[in-house]
């Protein structure tokens, strides 16, 4: 079976995007490694996933056959989203930061993805898509790294390994911050360190599957 990858990008800057560039830096390479090999993919930027709500949120809380039509179609969408992930050998996700956190769109993802019975053990709890290499590509537009004045305020990147620890994913994060130098007058002496950033990102981008390009 050919190997498939599931691309999802998540940020509302389109062209601008940093986290775009990567994703897109990294599907490309992926694809070199892997001939023949299959993509889906989903832009949580352009078409975010309806937030569960009071009308079809709790679906996740009751028995499919009781299920009311707005559960139904909210349980349906989560099966979509679940079987993209059990599809792919690779996910590729975009994960720019917003306010100090992740775009709600990715939050809502994750949501839809935790559901006993798609993504965990009924009786056990366990996630049930494991196995998968989740390769996260993220931006943040400043500088939150030890020593910094606004170390630990990336609340995205803290926060998505325990969001779908239940699933059984792990996931593994490239990252280019202090994006914002390049169009912040006040960054401005900062915009090496930003160019720093960013190249080390590519090049661990296009270090993801060398060995798998060479094997092929």
């Keep these: 079976m050919a190997p498939q990858l599931l691309h999802i990008d998540s ?26 090999g299959t993509v889906t993919y989903r832009d949580l930027g352009a078409h975010p996933l309806p937030h569960l709500d009071a009308d079809g949120g709790l679906a996740r809380m009751v028995a499919p056959a009781e299920h009311t039509p707005a559960q139904a179609a909210s349980w349906a969408l989560s099966e979509e989203l679940v079987d993209e992930i ?17 775009p ?31 390769v996260v590509l993220a931006s943040r537009g400043g500088g939150y790294a030890p020593g910094t004045p606004r170390e630990g305020w990336d609340h995205a990147e803290q926060w998505l390994p325990h969001g779908i620890a239940l699933t059984g994913l ?47």
């Design 11 to 36: 940020s509302i800057q389109g062209e601008r995007s940093i986290s775009r560039r990567l994703t897109a830096r990294a599907a490309s390479g992926w694809l070199a490694a892997h001939p023949g």
């Design 86 to 102: 059990r599809a792919a050998d690779t996910i590729l996700l975009g994960l720019p930061v917003y306010n100090f956190g992740a």
């Design 170 to 216: 792990v996931p593994r994060f490239i990252t280019a911050e202090l994006t914002l130098a390049d169009v912040t007058p006040a960054m401005a002496a900062l915009k090496p360190l930003a160019a720093e950033s960013l190249a080390a990102a590519e090049r661990a981008v296009d270090a993801l599957w060398d060995a798998e390009a060479v094997a092929a």
């Design 104 to 134: 709600s769109t990715v939050k809502a993802w994750v949501d839809h993805l935790i559901a006993r019975g798609l993504s965990l053990d009924p009786a056990t709890n366990e996630g049930l898509l494991g196995g998968r290499d989740l």
